[in-house]
């Protein structure tokens, strides 16, 4: 039972250009998501969150925006930059604190 | 020190054996999970630690797999009678926990389990 589903294994985009990410979920009590960044052979590492309360939060280049009605939230970059490149895990978080839960991943690629 | 640690970053085993896997958390941090990828899959969830309470067991794939967090601080994951199906990198997170209103984990570099 996949709870949080990324569809997109991998994206490529074009240096420069926007990059959008998507996640759906399908448990209404997740009240926390986050984004994290994934390099080979290394741990994944937090890049922004957004609380069930707000729909879209932004920090630098990435934004996070959440449509609690249809259970999608996604992640924007841009300008997009080749160091983007890495696997991207959405992740959902219930009961203030209970374990995470993380979607597939997808792997997107910035070429130049 | 100022990251999660797990040792060892490479472990390569027969099958059949028992390995333990260890994560050192942030200090301070009272939440602590393992998850584990394996190759093109996403994280799997396997057991998370809150503080004192009881763990939640309900992401370990078999009763092979076993953890324990001692002292509130270090953790051990133990795999018995290794498979070849249990090959994956195993990943340690920690946080500062439940009702803390701080949601971010964060990972060590991972174990590469690699059983032959």
């Known amino acids: 039972d996949q709870q949080v589903k990324q569809n997109s294994p991998s994206l490529s985009v074009q240096e420069g250009r926007i990059s959008i990410l998507n996640c759906d979920y399908t448990?209404?009590?997740?009240?926390?998501f986050l984004w994290y960044k994934k390099y080979p052979a290394e741990g994944p590492t937090f890049l922004i969150s957004?609380?069930?309360i707000k729909d879209k939060n932004e920090d630098g280049r990435f934004t996070v925006f959440l449509n609690k009605s249809a259970k999608h939230l996604s992640l924007h970059i841009v300008p997009s930059q080749p160091g983007d490149s890495a696997v991207y895990f959405c992740?959902?978080?219930w009961g203030g604190g209970n374990k995470l839960t993380f979607g597939t991943g997808t792997q997107l690629k910035v070429e130049l | 020190g100022a990251g999660v640690s797990q040792s060892p970053s490479n472990k390569v085993t027969e099958k059949g054996k028992d390995v333990e896997l260890r994560c050192d958390p942030i200090?301070?941090?009272?939440?602590l999970y393992w998850y584990r990828q394996s190759l093109g899959q996403g994280l799997e969830f396997l057991i998370y630690?809150?503080?004192?309470?009881?763990?939640?067991k309900s992401g370990l794939p078999s009763d092979r797999f076993s953890a324990e967090r001692t002292g509130g601080s270090v953790s051990t994951l133990t795999i018995q009678r290794t498979q070849q199906e249990d090959s994956a990198v195993y990943l340690c997170?920690?946080?500062?926990?439940?009702?803390?209103?701080?949601?971010?984990?964060?990972f060590g570099q991972g174990t590469r389990l690699t059983v032959v």
């Open positions: 997170a920690s946080s500062l926990g439940k009702g803390t209103g701080t949601t971010e984990a964060f």
């Open positions: 200090s301070g941090h009272t939440a």
């Open positions: 630690f809150q503080g004192n309470s009881a763990p939640d």
């Open positions: 448990n209404s009590m997740f009240d926390y």
């Open positions: 957004i609380s069930s």
């Open positions: 992740a959902a978080l």
